[in-house]
C-alpha cells in the first residue's frame, strides 16, 4: 500500500519541482531583462562623466558647484561599477541543483540588478540636472 501511495505522489513532486524551478527562470529572465535595459545607458554614464569632469576642472576651486558635480562624478562611477560588478557575479542557473540552493542566487542576482538599474538611472538624472540637460 506505501509502494502504492509513493508511486501516486511521485509525479505530484516531481511537477512542483518543475513549478519552482520555472520561477527560478522567471527570476533569470527578469534579471537578464533589466541588465539589457540598463546596459546601453553605460555609454550615456561615461559621456556624462566626461563632461562633468571637464566641468570641473573648468571651476576655480572656490566655486561652490564643485562638490555636487564630484557628487555626481562618484554616483556615475557607483553606477558604472555596479554593472560590472553584476556582469562579473552573474551566474547561470544550474538547474542540476536543488531549488534550495537555486532560488538564493536567483533572488540575489534579481535584487542586484535592479539596485544597479535604480543607482545607474538616478545618477544619470542628477549628472543631466546638473549639466543642465
Not at 569632469?53 to 572656490?62: F, N, P, Q, R, V
Amino acid at each position: 500500500m506505501h509502494k502504492l501511495l509513493y508511486l501516486l505522489l511521485l509525479p505530484l513532486v516531481l511537477l512542483a519541482c518543475g513549478q519552482d524551478k520555472a520561477a527560478i527562470k522567471e527570476m533569470d529572465a527578469r534579471a537578464i531583462e533589466l541588465h539589457d535595459e540598463v546596459m546601453p545607458k553605460m555609454g550615456e554614464i561615461i559621456a556624462l562623466k566626461g563632461e562633468i569632469k571637464a566641468k570641473i576642472e573648468s571651476l576655480d576651486s572656490t566655486s561652490t558647484d564643485k562638490a555636487a558635480l564630484e557628487a555626481a562624478y562618484e554616483a556615475l562611477v557607483k553606477g558604472e561599477d555596479g554593472m560590472k560588478d553584476w556582469m562579473h557575479n552573474y551566474q547561470m542557473p544550474d538547474y542540476k541543483k536543488s531549488l534550495e540552493e537555486l532560488k538564493p542566487v536567483a533572488e540575489f542576482q534579481l535584487q542586484a540588478i535592479e539596485k544597479v538599474k535604480a543607482q545607474m538611472e538616478s545618477s544619470i538624472a542628477d549628472a543631466k540636472s546638473l549639466l543642465g540637460k
